[in-house]
Structures are given as structure tokens and as C-alpha cells.
């Protein structure tokens, strides 16, 4: 099994100049935890997650995209202010993770696990040369799982 066969496609994207308060929308209106972030030439330039957007709203430096609800949920600060500003007007371009996890198409599944795994992320983006194709999530991966145990384990494409 493969990276395209536990993708899906279709995958949320914003622009680059897009600000905060827009993409937090967006991410909640689609019941999504992260999108893909376009330039002006709709090249993929890096991802943003609500755990990005949170950890600005409350003024915490990004220093690992990872730990940020960790450090939400037991804060550095106790008089760290949670009062979220839902209007922000900063580009997303500034608060973007500026690189994509990706894997080719044809990477096994168990690669993608196992990097998925050590590197602690949620999401990897599927692309083939730099053509974005789809992304596979760690709901993705719960899916794919509970399908097999039922003994509905879907069709290899090759």
C-alpha cells in the first residue's frame, strides 16, 4: 500500500496573504485542523494549523510547531492573556510552518507511519515532482485502520 492509495484529495488550501482571523474561520467552517498555504503563483509554500493561529493569538514564539496545544493547555506564564484576537489581521504567510512534510505518491504507507510517527506531525502532503495531489491525515490513518479490522481494506491503485 502505498501514499496515494491513503490519501485524500481535494486539500484545503489558503493564500499566503490571507490574514489570521480569515484562516481560523475557514479552518473551523471546514471542521479541519491545518491547510496548505498558496503564493501569488498558487505554489505551495508551507502549511498553517490552528495550533499555529492559537499560539499567536496568545502572543507564544514559535519555536516548535508540535508542541503548541501541549504549551496551550499548561502555559509558561500564569498571567498569560487567553483573550484570542479573532480580527487578526496578520498574513499567514508570517505564521505558516514554511516547509510541507511530503512523500511522492509511491512512498509505502508504512513509510509515511513511520514518519508521521518520529517526526510527531499530523499531516503529510502527497505530491508527485511539485504537484500537490493530496495529503494524508492521522484521521486518514484511523480510518484506513478501522476499515482493515473490518476486513474492508481498500484496493491498492498501482
Known amino acids: 500500500m502505498t501514499a496515494a492509495d491513503a490519501m485524500h484529495t481535494g486539500v484545503a488550501t ?3 496573504l490571507q490574514p489570521a ?20 503563483e ?19 514564539e514559535k519555536d516548535h510547531p508540535a508542541r503548541h496545544l501541549a504549551e496551550l493547555s499548561n502555559p509558561p ?4 492573556s487567553w483573550q484570542a484576537n479573532f480580527e487578526d489581521e496578520t498574513p499567514v504567510s508570517q505564521l505558516m510552518t514554511p516547509f510541507l512534510v511530503r512523500v511522492h505518491e509511491a512512498t509505502p504507507l508504512t513509510e509515511v507511519i513511520t514518519l508521521m510517527v518520529q517526526t510527531g506531525i499530523h499531516r503529510v502532503f502527497v505530491t508527485r515532482q511539485d504537484t500537490l495531489l493530496g495529503v494524508i491525515s492521522s484521521l486518514d490513518l484511523v480510518a484506513l485502520l478501522g476499515r482493515i479490522l473490518e476486513g474492508n481494506p481498500p484496493q491498492e491503485v498501482n
Not at 21 to 40: C, K, T, W
Not at 77 to 80: A, F, G, K, S
Open 42 to 60: 498558487n505554489r505551495v509554500r508551507g502549511v498553517i494549523t490552528v495550533a499555529d493561529l492559537a499560539a499567536h493569538a496568545v502572543g507564544m
Open 77 to 80: 506564564h500564569p498571567d498569560l
Open 21 to 40: 482571523h480569515e484562516v481560523l474561520r475557514f479552518l473551523v467552517s471546514q471542521r479541519i485542523s491545518g491547510a496548505a498555504v498558496l503564493d501569488g
Open 14 to 16: 489558503v493564500g499566503h
